[in-house]
Each structure stands twice: as C-alpha cells, then as structure tokens.
C-alpha cells in the first residue's frame, strides 16, 4: 500500500499542471524536461518555483499520510522508518516514470526535497544546505543534486541504519542515471547554467 501510495502521488506533476494554464507542453519544449528547473528555463522563475512547491508538497504529503496510516495501526520505528522510505522511493519512481505522462516525467529533485522535509528535519535541513551549497559554487543544479543524495546516503545511514540507506542507494542510482544527460553537458559546456535561468523573465 505504502507504494501505490508513493506511485501515485508521484505522478502529480506540476509541470503538468502549469503545461495546462499556459498551453505549453513544458516535457518536450527546451531541454525536454517536465522540472522545475525546465520550467524556469521555458517561463521565468517564477512559475518554475512553482512547479517545484507543487512537486515538493506532493511528495510530503505523501510521506505524512503514510506516516498517518502506519501509526494508526501501531506500526512504529525500524519497521515504519523502512515502509517511509519505500513510499519515497515509490514516490520517485512515480514522478520519473508517470501513467499520466506515458511513463517519461521528471527527474525527482523537488519531490526528493519534498521527502527530506517529512523524513527528519535535520536530513532536510543539511540536504538542502548542500544543495544550495554546491549548486551556488559551481553555477550547475545537477552537481547540487548529485551532493544532496550523497548526504541523504550518509545522514540516513547515521540516523537511521542500513536498510533505509539501501533504498536511498536505489534512489541515487536512479537519479544518476536519469542525470546522465546533464553530466555530458557539462563536460560539452552546453549545460545551462542556473545563474542563467534567473534572468529570464517571466
């Protein structure tokens, strides 16, 4: 249950939503991602950042309502921490793979954002600060990204022990591969910079 759950809230998309409003099919326009980050590109910051909140709250609110449903049946620690982090797997997997989008979506970086915050707090707050870290010192979200789920990998290994880790494992691996595009455009120097994204205008 804990992954349909996950599934289907993944498959919310945000770009989707505001694809509609503004007749544009955002997941096969400029760099033929459904992100946040394409979004900005397409439109302005503006309703890129608001994909990205559609992407992260839909990704939290799936993790409390697990949350919710495991403790009303009395399932609690090692056991409940597991199933949450299967539920996050599954809610990546959703928005990477949607039924709504013929199984071709995202890549996952809001909605694992989405994760951390539901998750722990501390996980959240030290993955986000890498993100913004390494992202603002390099001028690429993807190299954010890649040190996010590095630090989602050891902060849930020191918080929460090794079979959660092993599904972040899962989850790194697939956003490495899903990335794989972005690594060879930074190697090309054809990757676009976030500090560029910034100046176009809504």
């Keep these: 249950m804990v992954s349909l759950i996950g599934y289907l809230f993944g498959c919310i998309h945000g770009s989707q939503v505001i694809g509609k409003y503004k007749k544009m099919d955002i ?45 009303s049946q009395g399932i609690t620690g090692p056991a409940q921490t597991l199933l949450v982090y ?10 990477n793979h949607p039924v709504t989008m013929k199984f071709s979506g995202g890549k996952g970086t ?27 010192a390099t001028d690429y979200l993807v190299v954010g990204v890649l040190f996010m789920y590095v630090s989602f990998l050891v902060t849930t290994f020191l918080f929460f022990g090794i079979e959660p880790t092993m599904v972040v494992v899962l989850l790194s691996i697939m956003s490495i591969l899903k990335h794989m595009e972005n690594y060879k ?6 990757e676009t910079k976030i500090s560029s994204m910034f100046r176009k205008q809504s």
């Design 27 to 71: 997941k096969n326009t400029g760099v033929k991602n459904s992100g946040a980050s394409n979004t900005t590109i397409l439109l302005g910051w503006k309703y890129g950042i608001l994909v990205a909140l559609i992407d992260i709250f839909k990704a939290t609110l799936s993790v409390l309502l697990v949350l919710y449903i495991l403790e």
């Design 86 to 95: 299967i539920n996050a797997l599954f809610i990546i997997v959703g928005h």
């Design 110 to 136: 809001a909605s694992l954002v989405g994760i951390l915050l539901a998750i722990d707090w501390q996980i959240a707050v030290i993955g986000i600060a890498i993100l913004l870290l390494f992202t603002l």
């Design 185 to 190: 455009r930074i190697i090309n120097k054809e």
